[in-house]
Protein backbone atom coordinates (compact mmCIF):
# COMPACT_ATOMS: atom_id res chain seq x y z
CA UNK A 1 0.00 0.00 0.00
CA UNK A 2 0.96 3.49 -0.87
CA UNK A 3 1.76 5.89 2.42
CA UNK A 4 0.61 9.15 3.18
CA UNK A 5 1.38 11.76 0.51
CA UNK A 6 1.54 15.23 1.36
CA UNK A 7 2.21 18.02 -1.44
CA UNK A 8 3.83 20.41 -1.58
CA UNK A 9 7.77 19.39 0.63
CA UNK A 10 8.21 22.77 0.85
CA UNK A 11 6.65 26.30 0.48
CA UNK A 12 7.95 29.67 1.37
CA UNK A 13 5.30 32.43 1.44
CA UNK A 14 5.40 36.19 2.49
CA UNK A 15 3.28 37.43 6.29
CA UNK A 16 -0.53 38.16 5.07
CA UNK A 17 -0.85 35.59 2.11
CA UNK A 18 -2.17 32.45 2.67
CA UNK A 19 -1.51 29.02 1.58
CA UNK A 20 -3.39 25.09 0.91
CA UNK A 21 -1.81 22.56 1.65
CA UNK A 22 -2.79 18.71 0.49
CA UNK A 23 -3.14 15.26 1.92
CA UNK A 24 -3.72 11.85 0.45
CA UNK A 25 -4.54 9.43 3.17
CA UNK A 26 -3.57 5.73 2.73
CA UNK A 27 -6.48 3.73 0.46
CA UNK A 28 -8.67 2.82 3.12
CA UNK A 29 -8.37 5.06 5.98
CA UNK A 30 -11.00 7.72 6.41
CA UNK A 31 -9.91 9.76 9.10
CA UNK A 32 -7.28 12.07 8.30
CA UNK A 33 -4.96 14.33 10.86
CA UNK A 34 -3.49 17.52 10.75
CA UNK A 35 -0.49 18.71 12.89
CA UNK A 36 1.52 21.46 13.29
CA UNK A 37 5.45 20.82 14.63
CA UNK A 38 7.79 23.85 16.01
CA UNK A 39 10.85 23.16 17.79
CA UNK A 40 9.34 25.22 20.75
CA UNK A 41 5.70 23.53 21.31
CA UNK A 42 6.76 19.90 19.63
CA UNK A 43 3.73 18.51 17.74
CA UNK A 44 -0.01 19.85 18.19
CA UNK A 45 -3.22 18.88 16.91
CA UNK A 46 -4.87 20.69 14.98
CA UNK A 47 -8.12 19.24 13.76
CA UNK A 48 -9.36 15.80 12.49
CA UNK A 49 -11.77 14.51 9.70
CA UNK A 50 -13.77 11.82 9.45
CA UNK A 51 -16.34 11.17 6.45
CA UNK A 52 -15.98 14.72 5.17
CA UNK A 53 -16.93 16.06 8.76
CA UNK A 54 -14.30 17.50 11.16
CA UNK A 55 -14.60 15.48 14.31
CA UNK A 56 -12.01 17.04 16.23
CA UNK A 57 -10.27 20.48 16.94
CA UNK A 58 -7.03 21.41 19.07
CA UNK A 59 -6.68 25.25 19.78
CA UNK A 60 -5.72 27.03 16.98
CA UNK A 61 -6.97 30.55 15.52
CA UNK A 62 -10.12 30.35 12.76
CA UNK A 63 -7.18 30.95 10.45
CA UNK A 64 -6.27 27.71 10.23
CA UNK A 65 -8.80 25.31 8.42
CA UNK A 66 -9.26 22.09 6.60
CA UNK A 67 -11.68 20.20 4.69
CA UNK A 68 -11.99 16.66 3.62
CA UNK A 69 -13.23 14.95 0.03
CA UNK A 70 -15.24 12.05 -0.60
CA UNK A 71 -12.24 9.90 -1.25
CA UNK A 72 -10.94 11.01 1.51
CA UNK A 73 -7.90 13.41 0.47
CA UNK A 74 -7.86 16.15 2.89
CA UNK A 75 -6.43 19.94 2.65
CA UNK A 76 -6.03 22.75 5.28
CA UNK A 77 -5.73 26.02 4.40
CA UNK A 78 -4.18 28.61 6.77
CA UNK A 79 -5.00 32.45 5.63
CA UNK A 80 -3.29 35.99 6.54
CA UNK A 81 -0.38 34.04 7.38
CA UNK A 82 2.48 34.94 10.43
CA UNK A 83 5.71 34.57 10.85
CA UNK A 84 4.76 32.37 13.84
CA UNK A 85 3.05 30.01 11.26
CA UNK A 86 6.65 29.14 10.11
CA UNK A 87 6.33 25.10 10.68
CA UNK A 88 6.77 21.52 9.62
CA UNK A 89 2.55 20.57 8.88
CA UNK A 90 2.25 16.77 9.30
CA UNK A 91 -0.91 14.84 8.34
CA UNK A 92 -1.69 11.75 9.55
CA UNK A 93 -3.95 9.05 8.65
CA UNK A 94 -5.75 6.28 10.21
CA UNK A 95 -8.39 3.64 10.51
CA UNK A 96 -10.13 5.54 13.71
CA UNK A 97 -13.25 3.74 12.72
CA UNK A 98 -12.08 0.58 14.34
CA UNK A 99 -10.73 2.24 17.45
CA UNK A 100 -7.59 2.96 16.60
CA UNK A 101 -5.96 6.08 16.94
CA UNK A 102 -2.41 4.73 15.44
CA UNK A 103 -1.35 7.68 13.28
CA UNK A 104 0.37 7.11 9.57
CA UNK A 105 2.03 10.06 8.98
CA UNK A 106 3.10 11.82 5.47
CA UNK A 107 6.60 13.73 5.51
CA UNK A 108 5.00 17.00 6.54
CA UNK A 109 4.96 20.33 4.31
CA UNK A 110 7.65 22.67 5.81
CA UNK A 111 5.94 25.91 5.40
CA UNK A 112 8.39 29.07 5.92
CA UNK A 113 6.51 32.67 5.99
CA UNK A 114 9.43 35.62 5.58
CA UNK B 1 -5.53 19.03 29.15
CA UNK B 2 -3.32 16.01 30.27
CA UNK B 3 0.40 16.33 29.38
CA UNK B 4 2.93 14.05 28.49
CA UNK B 5 6.48 15.08 29.89
CA UNK B 6 9.30 13.35 28.37
CA UNK B 7 12.85 13.08 29.70
CA UNK B 8 15.75 13.55 28.69
CA UNK B 9 14.77 16.19 26.24
CA UNK B 10 18.61 15.22 24.48
CA UNK B 11 20.59 12.33 24.98
CA UNK B 12 23.65 11.96 22.76
CA UNK B 13 25.77 8.62 23.13
CA UNK B 14 28.19 6.27 21.30
CA UNK B 15 27.20 3.39 19.32
CA UNK B 16 26.96 0.22 21.64
CA UNK B 17 25.72 2.03 25.20
CA UNK B 18 22.26 1.30 26.12
CA UNK B 19 19.86 4.13 27.15
CA UNK B 20 16.28 4.56 28.70
CA UNK B 21 14.02 7.02 27.56
CA UNK B 22 10.75 8.27 29.78
CA UNK B 23 7.35 9.53 29.02
CA UNK B 24 5.30 10.39 32.12
CA UNK B 25 1.80 11.94 33.12
CA UNK B 26 -0.47 12.45 35.95
CA UNK B 27 -3.18 10.98 33.96
CA UNK B 28 -4.45 7.21 33.12
CA UNK B 29 -4.33 6.30 29.70
CA UNK B 30 -5.83 3.56 27.75
CA UNK B 31 -3.15 2.94 25.37
CA UNK B 32 -0.06 4.82 24.72
CA UNK B 33 1.87 5.08 21.68
CA UNK B 34 5.61 5.65 20.78
CA UNK B 35 6.84 6.95 17.53
CA UNK B 36 10.50 7.65 16.00
CA UNK B 37 10.99 10.78 13.67
CA UNK B 38 14.31 11.27 11.56
CA UNK B 39 15.08 14.63 10.57
CA UNK B 40 12.91 15.29 7.26
CA UNK B 41 10.22 12.89 7.43
CA UNK B 42 7.21 12.73 9.74
CA UNK B 43 6.75 10.40 12.31
CA UNK B 44 6.63 6.50 12.06
CA UNK B 45 4.76 4.10 14.91
CA UNK B 46 6.70 1.65 16.40
CA UNK B 47 4.81 0.36 19.13
CA UNK B 48 1.30 0.73 20.96
CA UNK B 49 1.14 -0.74 24.38
CA UNK B 50 -2.34 -1.21 26.04
CA UNK B 51 -2.43 -3.49 29.29
CA UNK B 52 -0.84 -2.01 32.53
CA UNK B 53 2.36 -3.94 32.85
CA UNK B 54 2.88 -4.84 29.32
CA UNK B 55 6.50 -5.35 28.43
CA UNK B 56 7.26 -5.37 24.55
CA UNK B 57 10.19 -5.68 22.35
CA UNK B 58 11.10 -4.71 19.12
CA UNK B 59 14.23 -5.97 17.78
CA UNK B 60 16.75 -4.19 20.37
CA UNK B 61 13.71 -1.90 21.77
CA UNK B 62 12.23 -2.40 25.02
CA UNK B 63 8.82 -0.87 25.39
CA UNK B 64 7.06 -1.04 29.25
CA UNK B 65 3.83 0.58 30.44
CA UNK B 66 3.47 1.38 34.04
CA UNK B 67 1.82 -0.75 35.99
CA UNK B 68 -0.87 1.72 36.61
CA UNK B 69 -1.08 2.92 32.67
CA UNK B 70 0.43 6.64 33.71
CA UNK B 71 3.87 6.36 32.42
CA UNK B 72 6.25 4.24 29.55
CA UNK B 73 9.40 3.69 29.12
CA UNK B 74 11.69 3.01 25.68
CA UNK B 75 15.01 0.85 26.76
CA UNK B 76 17.20 0.68 23.74
CA UNK B 77 20.30 -1.85 24.21
CA UNK B 78 23.29 -1.63 22.25
CA UNK B 79 22.65 2.00 20.20
CA UNK B 80 23.06 1.97 16.85
CA UNK B 81 23.79 5.05 14.73
CA UNK B 82 20.48 4.33 12.82
CA UNK B 83 18.52 4.49 16.37
CA UNK B 84 18.82 8.61 15.69
CA UNK B 85 15.76 10.05 15.55
CA UNK B 86 12.96 11.82 17.48
CA UNK B 87 11.11 9.61 19.83
CA UNK B 88 7.70 11.15 20.94
CA UNK B 89 4.47 9.08 23.03
CA UNK B 90 1.32 9.95 22.60
CA UNK B 91 -1.87 9.10 24.04
CA UNK B 92 -5.85 9.76 23.61
CA UNK B 93 -7.00 12.92 25.63
CA UNK B 94 -8.84 11.70 28.03
CA UNK B 95 -12.34 11.70 27.32
CA UNK B 96 -11.70 12.83 23.59
CA UNK B 97 -10.45 11.42 20.38
CA UNK B 98 -7.16 13.97 20.17
CA UNK B 99 -4.30 12.32 20.03
CA UNK B 100 -1.76 14.41 22.49
CA UNK B 101 2.20 14.38 21.92
CA UNK B 102 5.46 14.38 23.94
CA UNK B 103 7.63 17.09 23.37
CA UNK B 104 10.11 13.93 22.24
CA UNK B 105 13.79 12.74 23.35
CA UNK B 106 16.04 13.89 20.77
CA UNK B 107 18.53 11.11 20.75
CA UNK B 108 22.16 10.96 18.74
CA UNK B 109 23.84 7.86 18.93
CA UNK B 110 27.89 8.36 17.60
CA UNK B 111 29.37 5.99 15.99
Known amino acids: KAGVTQTPRYLIKTRGQQVTLSCSPI?????VSWYQQTPGQGLQFLFEYFSETQRNKGNFPGRFSGRQFSNSRSEMNVSTLELGDSALYLC?????????????FGPGTRLTVT | TQLLEQSPQFLSIQEGENLTVYCNSSSVFSSLQWYRQEPGEGPVLLVT?????EVKKLKRLTFQFGDARKDSSLHITAAQPGDTGLYLCAALQGGSEKLVFGKGTKLTVNP
Open chain 1, 27 to 31: SGHRS
Open chain 1, 92 to 104: ASSLAETGSYEQY
Open chain 2, 49 to 53: VVTGG
